[in-house]
């Protein structure tokens, strides 16, 4: 039996009338550095609900990290430098996007929600350049910067509850850091959220096949 049947399955018995959802949200403490390989961040929920988060960036390529310097400026040199907003007084930041992946495993949740799911993440994250010189300083660097994110719950990719549910998950203004080893980031107030919608049931799924096939 192949996943898409299996879940099909657990709509119709479990949720004969239609498969609880929603939105939740939830706070997290996350540990991890973008400075070590691999880039990795992870903690658990503090508020909201009990479980974990977590994310790890594609460092493929980047120098190693014996050589902190280097490791860095390989990161802002391709990631961020050319991304300089200058355009409004007190907000002078880098912007860059890095790819990456995510775990999300609600232990203890609202029904609907326990379970774990993972998927693609590409985190935008910001820069601030607080003394608005255009250079990144040690002080900025090691400053709170912004991470925020969203990601995608694909139906029959997620373990538990969310095996059945599809819909959007989100990283919302997260503090950052990037101080060189051994130290390593801490984020005390992160909080994300998810909004979950059912997957399509076996007959909706009949259903749209029925009708694609009326146009080939
Ligand atoms: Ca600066
Ligand atoms: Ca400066």
């Known amino acids: 039996m192949n996943k898409v049947i ?3 399955i657990v ?3 479990a949720f004969p009338v239609s498969a609880l959802a929603g939105m939740l949200f939830f706070g997290w403490e996350l540990t991890g550095t973008i400075m070590d390989s691999p880039a990795e961040y992870s903690g658990a929920m503090t508020w909201g609900a009990s479980g974990s988060f977590g994310f790890v960036l594609d460092d493929t390529g980047w ?3 014996s050589n902190q310097v280097a490791r860095w400026d390989h990161i802002f040199n391709t ?3 050319v991304n300089y907003d200058n355009s409004t007084p007190g907000a002078y930041n880098w912007k860059g996007e890095i790819d990456g992946w995510y775990t999300l495993e609600f232990t203890s949740a609202p029904p609907g929600f326990n379970g774990s799911v993972a998927g693609e993440f590409r985190p935008e994250i910001t820069l601030r350049d607080i003394d608005e010189d255009g250079i990144f300083d040690p002080f900025e660097r090691e400053g709170e ?3 925020n994110g969203s990601f995608t719950i694909l139906c029959n990719v997620g373990t538990g509850e969310l095996e059945c549910q599809r819909g959007t998950g989100s990283m919302q203004n997260n503090y950052i850091s ?3 080893l ?3 980031d801490v984020m005390p107030n992160g909080s994300g959220s998810v909004n979950l919608f059912a997957c399509p049931s076996a007959n909706e799924a009949t259903s749209w096949g029925n009708i ?3 146009y080939r």
């Open 182 to 184: 051994p130290a390593t």
């Open 6 to 8: 299996a879940c099909a």
């Open 63 to 65: 120098p190693d990290p």
């Open 145 to 147: 910067n912004l991470i």
């Open 11 to 13: 709509i119709t018995v």
């Open 212 to 214: 694609k096939a009326l």
């Open 178 to 180: 990037f101080p060189y």
């Open 79 to 81: 990631y961020f430098a």
